[in-house]
């Protein structure tokens, strides 16, 4: 009896070892929920084990290569307790590694990206920032907890199959205000950060506005000593230093994000107005100013020192933003006659062209005579798109209507403004750039960008509440092509982030539209 128990047991043990050993648990790619969605995912039915022995290995000695596969590391390690290295090598790697593999595939472009995963190697294929794109898919195969600060048990498993991908707009934006209310450095890279996960691939500053200049202009300093010194609400605001805003453009940069300044002129100005007199046709300072009105300053447009101050502040600009734009505002210009906003407009634009830069401005630019290849950031009527294409312009698409993330979600929402609509996150999904205004249609837009005004926002966390998750609808907008895009299948991925959410501490809304996971 003894001996037959033993047997049993021997058997079950043995089978349990060689189970463990040589079968894994089967995972399914197609039940991974990626946003934004991938164009095409095969699933092979097994899975890839990150463990303790793996490391991450880059073709050849691509620096940028090595960059990304530290920034994989960064984010590996806390969560596993691994110290998972970052090799260069020449050859395809050995069993249980990631390899990052430098790839140009005819139908791909710049983003595009494959990732192949085996049981044995897990390689991301493409470009360098195709790369980068596609490191953000991996993150999202993984169990949420591998975005948390503090180690966390495994077992790591990744789904087998094959991803390929590439966004529908080369355009994915998000723009910060950082003029109403100021944002630190730190704030900034925390929103660059987020912004990288769903693969966003340009950030837009409004560095000036009424109520405060936020970039440091040597050759003008008062404009941030005086007309940085406040905000909305009256509480001291700030500035960055030209250091700082290079520390910003580099850590973008190194998450495949472009920052576009923007000055915005001739409305839009009372800081500058108030730090410095001559700026203003009657020659007098205004008042610094803490409220939330628009359209009630401008620049004095027939003056030949505001021309001056612009050229400066561009070039100033220019020299320290490797981004091929320069944002020139140009909304809202309610005291600033026509007749003087169009030869100013024109002007300014000559000053971008002049400082090597390529001009975007918001929709009313498109009342001037645009240079070539500017951009018309299509926010409020459809007719001003228009007039831009007409021009041969292209636009950026971020109606208030559906891209505005300062907009309430409802009327209990506590902070944002609700002038241009109520924004529930199904509405910041189902729609398409190609459909809003007619005669503007894929050829002519540039991409998406999701503007968030601070007039009611104060600080970071605030700012998460009003971009998650409607910033992921956008995204996927941008990202992924119409056809394969539909909000019933969309809500149950985006209810599965939010584990991802609170792994990573975002503050965000949970609207009762998702089904929550
Ligand atoms: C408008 C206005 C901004 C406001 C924002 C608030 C544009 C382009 N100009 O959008 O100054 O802050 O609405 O939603």
Known sequence: M????????SVVLFSIV???CTSRTPKDLLKESIIPKPVSVVATNSSFVLSETTAIYYQSSSEELKDIGNYLAEI???????????????????????YLELSEQADMNDEGYTINITEDLLTISGKPEGIFRGVQTLRQLLP???????????????????ITDKPSYGYRGAMLDVAR?????????????LLAIYKLNTLHLHLSDDQGWRIEIKSWPNLTTYGGSTEVGGESGG???????????????????????????????NAALASYAELNCDGK???????????????????????????????????????????IGGDESHVTPLEDYIPFVNRVQEIVVKHGKKVLGWDEIALSTLVQDAVVQYWAKAENAQKGVEQGAKVLISPAIKTYLDMQYDSTTKWGLHWAAYIEVDDAYNWDPAELAPGVVKENILGVESPMWSETLTNIKEVEYMAFPRILCNAEVAWTEKPDRNWDE??????????????????YFPSTKVPWH
């Open 18 to 20: 060689l189970f463990s």
């Open 76 to 98: 590996f390690n806390p969560s596993t307790g691994y110290n998972i290295q970052v090799q260069s090598t020449d050859q395809s790697p050995g069993k249980g590694n990631i």
């Open 144 to 162: 949420a907890k591998i975005e948390d600060k503090s180690i966390q048990e495994g077992p790591w498993e990744i789904a087998t199959g094959t």
């Open 239 to 269: 500035f960055y230093t030209q250091d700082q805003y290079k520390e910003l453009v580099s850590y973008a940069q190194g998450r495949f994000i472009t920052i576009i300044p923007e000055i915005d002129m001739p409305g839009h100005t």
């Open 490 to 507: 969309f809500k149950i991925r985006l209810g599965k982030q939010c584990a991802r959410f609170d792994a990573l501490n975002i503050n």
């Open 2 to 9: 003894k001996k037959i128990i033993f047997k049993t047991l």
């Open 181 to 193: 209310h100021f944002f630190t450095v730190d704030e900034v890279k925390r929103y660059i950060d």
């Open 285 to 327: 300072a205004r008042e610094l100013y803490t409220e939330t009105e628009v359209g009630f300053s401008t620049l004095c447009t027939d003056k030949e020192i505001t021309y001056q101050f612009i050229d400066d502040v561009v070039r100033e600009l220019a020299e320290i933003t490797p981004g091929p734009y320069i944002h």
